[in-house]
């Protein structure tokens, strides 16, 4: 299989802006993808944010396994971090957000009474993280409108926007930045299979085989229920070499053509239409119509 890397021209310059922004700022809200909390956290990021009381958001928690996310949020805890939960679309987890905020920022509050600053100034927040995270749904949720373009796709966010909030939040929204090369091809599927990396460079049967194999070995049985298909009818799919791909086990590429078939994704000779199927699967996924998924363990 293929080592998936994408860094387009605009992350340099962000990478660029965040630097320079560094220091303006109070906190960094680092969001992350629940479904992967350790792929879709670039390395990059801690070294852009030393120094900073850093909040780790799990974005999108309603579309992965809450047992999961659980034990995420236990491990990536630590004296300069605190992780919380969240799914950005629907507000769920915008109250603790709030408190972790307040806790993170509480000695900055005191020093500024210390000094004879009364009230309290507006937090400064950068928010970063991988594309397609939630960053600027985030924003839209905690400033009650809509004021960051938003898009189910990675590369929206361009350039740096800084919008305030009702609620004592002055917030920097950043472009989704990745990092110039993945050492784990394995990061690179990842990534590709929740939609931080853009689909134009792609083959998407790789994503959709790398899945399969993925919730084969993780959550047995998951394919079986969403698209109706037995054992039998993997089966019933001979090793044809004409129908192999170099270096993927031909059970994945059978499941792949059996969800073709049950979905109707033939080409003419009533062949599986694998593109299509792939599509498909990927789709779903992402979607969450197969069930609340995390792809990576603690």
Request: glycine share 8%.
């Amino acid at each position: 299989m293929s080592n998936i890397q994408w860094y387009p021209g605009h992350m340099t310059k962000a990478v660029r802006n965040i630097k320079n922004d560094i220091k303006l700022v109070d906190i960094i809200f680092e969001l992350r993808d629940a479904r992967i909390p350790n792929a879709s956290s670039n390395p990059d990021i801690n070294e852009l944010t030393a120094g900073k009381k850093r909040l780790i958001v799990l974005n999108k928690a309603d579309l992965a396994d809450e047992r999961l996310t659980g034990k995420w949020k236990e491990k990536l805890n630590n004296d300069s971090c605190t992780v919380i939960s969240m799914d950005s679309r629907s507000k769920k987890g915008t109250g603790d957000l709030y408190r972790s905020v307040e806790e993170l920022i509480r000695e900055k509050r005191e020093r500024d009474h210390s000094r004879g600053i009364t009230g309290n100034r507006p937090v400064k927040a950068l928010v970063c993280g991988i594309p397609n995270v939630g960053k600027s749904t985030l924003i839209n949720t905690l400033l009650g409108r809509a004021s960051a373009k938003t898009g189910n796709k990675p590369g929206v966010t361009k350039g740096d926007q800084w919008v305030s909030s009702d609620t004592g939040l002055l917030l920097l929204d950043t472009p989704g930045i990745l990092w110039p090369k993945f050492s784990d091809p394995t990061v690179g599927f990842l990534l590709a299979s929740i939609g931080a990396i853009s689909d134009t460079i792609l083959d998407i049967e790789e994503v959709a085989i790398f899945i399969i194999q993925k919730l084969n070995d993780l959550y047995p049985g998951i394919l079986f229920e969403r698209y109706g298909f037995t054992e039998e009818d993997i089966s019933s799919h001979s090793e044809d070499e004409d129908l192999c791909i170099p270096g993927v086990d031909y059970r994945s590429l059978a499941i792949l053509d059996t969800i073709a078939e049950k979905r109707k994704c033939l080409k003419k000779g009533a062949l599986p239409d694998r593109e299509k199927a792939a599509k498909l699967i990927v789709d779903d996924l992402r979607a969450g119509r197969l069930g609340k998924i995390t792809l990576e363990r603690p």
